[in-house]
């Protein structure tokens, strides 16, 4: 098993907060989101001199105009904004030897980025079936650029909080729910692996009434990794894990 420590949440530049980590004696590193990095090829040099493995993960390189990364959109240019990003992460990934880039499944909507994280505003949605759509077509085609830079695809199921199901009155996301999570990788799982983000699952089997350990159960077999991160079961917290932390014995 390897285990990766994540830079998402900071700020600043994902590239210093890694080097921090390093230093610290965490050699394994998925860099995520952060601060635009004006001289990235150099900065990632230096950091693979101290450590032992890198992965990119979704919102990185950090373009310098910040957007919602969608790959469900039915907007043209967030589709393109997109698709050119996780391009260039594969592209980064395919030169330098790192196995995984993971992305996060898409949006009904296209929200503000000041909302991630938070209450997002009600607004029209795209029709599911039409999102599920578009964001297999795009994932599977990022699949197929991912395989022949000796890249493996991974994408993550998403966070439903109770908050934004009252606020929409349905579910925004796509793969969130234990039902669809398990269809989409049975139909892709030979092209995309599952980046099982268990604090998002958390949170999303109590908003659904799913029953949790069950539900994990059924689509542990998809897993190729996992993000470690507790919570409360009503938000996405990103809490320590502790001893008690509730998925631990089912770790695959």
Request: proline letters at 3%.
């Amino acid at each position: 098993m390897e285990l990766f420590v994540s830079t998402s949440g900071t700020r600043s530049s994902s590239l210093h907060a890694a080097t921090t980590l390093a230093e610290n004696g965490f050699k394994n590193i998925e860099l995520s989101g952060g601060s635009h990095v004006i001289d990235l090829d150099s900065e990632l040099e230096l950091l693979m001199g101290h450590t032992d493995a890198i992965m990119l993960h979704n919102y990185f390189p950090p373009p310098k105009e910040p957007f919602v990364f969608n790959l469900a959109s039915s907007n043209p240019e967030i589709i393109a904004l997109s698709i050119s990003l996780a391009k260039s992460a594969i592209d980064i990934s395919g030169s330098n030897g790192f196995k995984f880039f993971g992305i996060h499944a898409g949006f009904l909507m296209d929200p503000r980025v000041s909302e991630l994280g938070n209450r997002i505003q009600a607004s029209k949605l795209e029709n599911r079936e039409r999102a599920l759509e578009i964001f297999t077509q795009n994932t599977l085609e990022l699949s197929a650029y991912a395989e022949s830079r000796s890249v493996r695809l991974l994408v993550e199921n998403n966070v439903l909080s109770e908050e934004n199901m009252k606020s929409f009155g349905e579910d925004p996301f796509l793969l969130s729910s234990t039902e669809e999570i398990s269809i989409f990788f049975e139909n892709h799982g030979d092209k995309i692996g599952f980046l099982m983000d268990l604090g998002h699952f958390n949170v999303s089997t109590n908003t659904l009434d799913e029953p949790r350990e069950y539900s994990l159960e059924r689509i542990n077999q998809y897993v190729v990794g996992y993000h470690l991160h507790d919570n409360s079961r009503m938000s996405d917290q990103h809490l320590s894990l502790t001893n008690d932390s509730w998925f631990l014995n089912y770790l695959n």
